[in-house]
Structure formats: C-alpha cells, structure tokens
C-alpha cells in the first residue's frame, strides 16, 4: 500500500502517458513485484534450516537480481557468465513492462542529434561511449 504513492507521484510529476489503463498497469506492477519478492523469500526460506539462512539467501539472490536486471548494468556490460540472471530477474521484466507501458507510441526524434543531451555511458569496452537523450 505505501508503495502506490511512491509510484503515481512520480508519473504525475514525469508526465506520462494519462491514460486510465497504464495507471492501471503501473499500480498493479507496483503492488506485484513486492509480492513477487516475498514469495521468493518465503520460498528461499523453505529450502534452508534457520529463518536467518533464507533471509541471508533471499538478500544474496535479490542483490544478484538487481545488479543484473537490466538497470544497475545494462544487457552489454553483463559478463557472459552471469547473462542468464538477466534472463530469471524477476524485476527485469517489472522494468521492461514499466518503459514498455508508458513509452510505446511516443515519439522521440532528433535529427541528426540536434537539441539532443549528450549523456555519457561508460562501459568496460568504451570507457568514453556517449548516448545522446532527445527530450
């Protein structure tokens, strides 16, 4: 319940898309991945003897999920041995179906990046990769 305000304030404030369905969308997202999260941990904690080995084990597996989700790193930058915990992130998908909700049908276009912000991404292999963000 506390996590609905912390959600809708920032898309009024963001404006984004205002229709009804997508508010729908985003609030039944924000109710499930939390969740999601404690069904993992309640699961977790079935498999271990001690409720302090499940909670050590949920903390492992979900800072393993955010590191790879897609948002700390992006799918790039991933190792190739650690690209199948892109795959399982439950909260990659949250985030994909969040973008994918309020940014399809928008149009984004700077032509030749003109009015474009440079934004810089650094990777492993480009230390100075720069995106350009088009307002």
């Known amino acids: 319940i506390t996590g609905i305000p912390i959600s809708v304030i920032p898309w ?5 898309q205002r ?5 729908g969308y985003l609030l039944g997202m924000t109710v499930l ?3 999601v999260a404690y069904g993992l941990a309640l699961f977790l904690s079935l498999l271990v003897a001690y409720p302090e080995m499940g909670n050590g084990l949920f903390s492992i597996t979900n ?3 955010s590191f790879v989700n897609g948002y700390v790193l992006l799918k790039d930058d991933i190792p190739n041995y650690w690209i199948w915990g892109y795959w399982i992130a439950f909260q990659h998908y949250t985030l994909e179906g969040l973008i994918l909700n309020d940014l399809v049908g928008e ?3 700077c032509k030749n990046n003109e ?3 440079a ?6 292999q ?3 990769r720069i995106r350009y963000y088009c307002p």
Request: no cysteine; aromatic share 10%; glycine share 6%.
């Open 12 to 16: 009024l404030i963001g404006g984004l």
């Open 19 to 23: 229709d009804w369905y997508r508010l």
């Open 33 to 35: 991945t939390p969740i």
């Open 63 to 65: 800072l393993i999920n």
């Open 107 to 109: 149009e984004f276009e």
């Open 115 to 117: 009015q474009a912000i």
């Open 119 to 124: 934004v810089n991404v650094p990777s492993e």
């Open 126 to 128: 480009n230390p100075d």
